[in-house]
Structures are given as C-alpha cells and as structure tokens.
C-alpha cells in the first residue's frame, strides 16, 4: 500500500536523509584517483576527527556499523589475547560475540537492561587481570537497545584507576553529533562510528578514530588483517584510504553532512538533541502517569539524547501498536531488540530533525497507543510542548 505524505523515522537509525545531502549525492561518478576527488575525501576525514574531537586520525571504510567493530579487534589487539566487553544490552553483546568469533578471549561485566554500563564492575574486571591479558576495553557508549548512555569519563576513571594499560575502544555509533562526545579529553584510544545515525547520511559507511596511541599498537599487531588494516590504509596513494573504489557519492554526502554539522555549530547539534530528547521523555513521563508503561532506563542522567526505550509494565506487547503506526500513519518506530522483544518499543530522536517533526511522530504514537488500546494518559503531547517552549 502506498501510503501518503513522508515516511517519519523514529526507529533509530536509518535517520532522515536531508534534502542537502541527497542532492550533493546525485551525482554520476567520476575519476577518484583525480585531484578534486581526493582533496574532497581528505578533508572529510580530517573533518571527522574534528566531530569525534581528536588530533588523530579518521578512517573511512565500506562498511556498517557492524563492520566497523572489526576494525580494532583486528588492528588492536594480538590473537589469543583478551578484551573486556562490559554488557548493557544487545549491541554490547554482539560486540563481544564478535571478538569471540574471532578468537579472542571475551570477559563480560553482567548487564542490567535498565543501566548504563557500571564502571565499578569495570574496574573490578581489570583488577582481577592479574596476568594483564586484556588488550582493550569494548565500550557501547549509547547501548541503543536499551537507550541508556554509558558515562564514558567514569569508565575512563575506572581504567585509570587501576592504572591497567588495556586501551580504550568505544562504540560512539548512536551518539557521535547527537551526545558530548570528546575523544581526546576522555582519552579514548578509538572510535567507530556509521553513516546513518547522527551523521545523516545513507547507510554503508563507516568510521573510525585513532590515537596516538593506538596508532602505535596497530603498527606491531601481529593479527592477520587485510581489507580493515589501518596501515595499509594510511597509504599515500588515494585508492589505498578506501581500500579500492571509495562510495563516491557516499563521500560527496558526507561533505555535505559535514557542512551542515558545522553550519549549525557542533555544540548546537548536541544542544538540539539534548532538546528534542527531553520533549519526548516529558511525554513518555506523561504518558506513563497510567501506570502501564515505563522508561526502560530506570535512572534520568542515564537515559540517552538518540532514542527513548519505552517498556510495557504489564506484559502487554507493543508490536500491535508498533505496527498501527507504521502501517497507517508511516511513522516507524524501534521494536524490542533480544530480550526486550514484545516488552519494549523504542522512539528514536536522533539525526535531521526539527521541533515539529517530533511533535508530529509523538502526537502519531499516541495515536496509535489509542487506536490499539495501549494504555496511556492522554496529552503526552501538551507535556513535549511544554518541554520545548522557551517561555
Ligand atoms: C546502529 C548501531 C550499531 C549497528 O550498526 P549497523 O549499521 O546496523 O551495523 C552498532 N552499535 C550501535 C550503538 C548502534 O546504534
């Protein structure tokens, strides 16, 4: 069925596409070994290191997000060594079933699906790696199954306070030009992050940051590596910084998402999100007054600014309403992703949006709570109104 009007996407992550970026990717393709091509994609990496907010360097690769978590499992760490994956949800757990695929040893701190990661049982974890066999620790700083967001400045504390040398890796795939995020200030040895969540653009790239430091680990890793390899990558040459032919219209939307970022001020991405965040979670509080839903993410300061995980406390299953709306009102919302299925639906909040294309995709979820017969107390929408309103 064709349905009428623009798609409203909320699920989170592919986000919203603007107007700006898909005209600069319009564009038929042409020779990327030329000069202007290669200036372009050099100056989208070096302003990619401005966004993640490090002196090192930014790397670009075909890739998902998924993919991208390859990338220092492979380059940072010596096969049979260790990393320490502390748990918060589905992403985190893929993560570390990754490394283990991949033959590494994989220590877990135990999740709490309604907590952000907790850096006491990081530090525990390290403490007890007397051998000092852990290479890395695994960080989600936004685990967007649950949506709580890990604060990555304490689990930095915690690795510092060990005094452990494992190098620090974070996931910032959900929150990098969505939440603060200071990868030299935190010293965070690496960072990955994709093409469709806060950078705007189409899925099928992704990015990674690093540090000196880890510059340096990825330069003696013995791991057998190839298409991922930093080095390699690092190469004079332009097809050797995408490893063979770049996405170029991917690259020539990246520019273009870049300049929009920066138009508007980082600062100001973060401020709008931390905005439009907190409009929605007056809603869901609102909404909640029934007393048959609730906010996944028990604590306030852990709940993140790129989507909102919405439980059912009385086992009723959102899909029905989940699916009113995408199927009637074309507003696609986040689904239960593990154990969270049929127990949790998800309003994401990130990426290219404005005050009334929230308004409007709240307004629709509670419609749709109301067609389907999901409990609520009405008027969650009068709540985010009152959240943006500046008087
Ligand atoms: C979306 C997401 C991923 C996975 O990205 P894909 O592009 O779907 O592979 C990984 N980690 C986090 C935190 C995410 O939000």
Avoid at 357 to 368: F, I, K, Q
Wanted: net charge negative; hydrophobic share 45%; glycine share 8%.
């Amino acid at each position: 069925m064709t349905l009428p009007g623009r798609i409203f996407l909320h699920s989170p992550g592919p986000t919203n596409i603007p107007d700006r970026v898909l005209r600069a990717m319009h564009r038929p393709c042409e020779d990327f070994a030329a000069p202007a091509f290669q200036d372009l994609a050099r100056s989208c990496l070096s302003d990619l290191s401005r966004v993640f907010r490090t002196e090192g360097e930014s790397f670009a690769f075909s890739t998902n997000g998924h993919g991208t978590w390859e990338i220092p499992l492979v380059n940072l760490v010596e096969p049979g060594s260790a990393v320490l994956v502390p748990l918060a949800g589905r992403f985190s757990g893929a993560w570390a079933e990754m490394a283990e695929k991949l033959g590494l040893e994989v220590i877990t701190t135990p999740p709490d699906l309604g907590r952000a990661v907790d850096p006491q049982a990081v530090e525990d974890a390290l403490r007890a790696d007397k051998a000092g066999r852990i290479a890395a620790v695994l960080t989600v700083h936004t685990e967007t199954a649950s949506s709580a967001r890990t604060d990555l400045e304490a689990v930095r504390a915690a690795i510092d306070a060990v005094g452990h040398p494992a190098l620090y890796v974070v996931d910032a795939i959900a929150s990098l030009a969505v939440e603060r995020f200071e990868m030299d200030a935190w010293k965070i040895d690496c960072a990955l992050t994709a093409s469709q969540k806060g950078l705007m653009l189409p899925p099928g790239m992704g990015f990674a940051a690093l540090g000196e430091r880890a510059m340096q680990v990825a330069e003696r890793c013995s791991h057998p590596r190839r298409y991922w390899d930093i080095q390699f990558r690092r190469g004079d040459a332009g097809y050797q910084w995408f490893h063979g032919t770049p996405p170029l219209q991917h690259v020539w939307g990246l520019r273009e998402a870049l300049d929009m970022i920066f138009e508007q001020g980082l600062d100001a991405v973060i401020a709008r999100h931390a905005r439009l965040a907190e409009a929605t979670r007056a809603a869901v509080a609102h909404w909640s007054q029934a007393g048959t839903l609730d906010f996944q993410t028990v604590r306030p300061e852990e709940r993140s600014n790129a989507v909102t995980a919405i439980r059912t406390t009385d086992g009723t299953d959102p899909e029905t309403m989940r699916k009113r709306a995408r199927e009637r009102y074309n507003v696609v919302l986040g689904g239960g992703l593990g154990e969270l299925q049929g127990r949790v639906f998800r309003i994401g909040h990130l990426g290219d949006l404005n005050e009334p294309m929230l308004l409007g995709a709240l307004a629709t979820v509670e419609l749709a709570m109301r067609d389907t017969a999901l409990a609520c107390t009405e008027g969650g929408v009068v709540a985010a109104v009152r959240a943006l309103s500046t008087r």
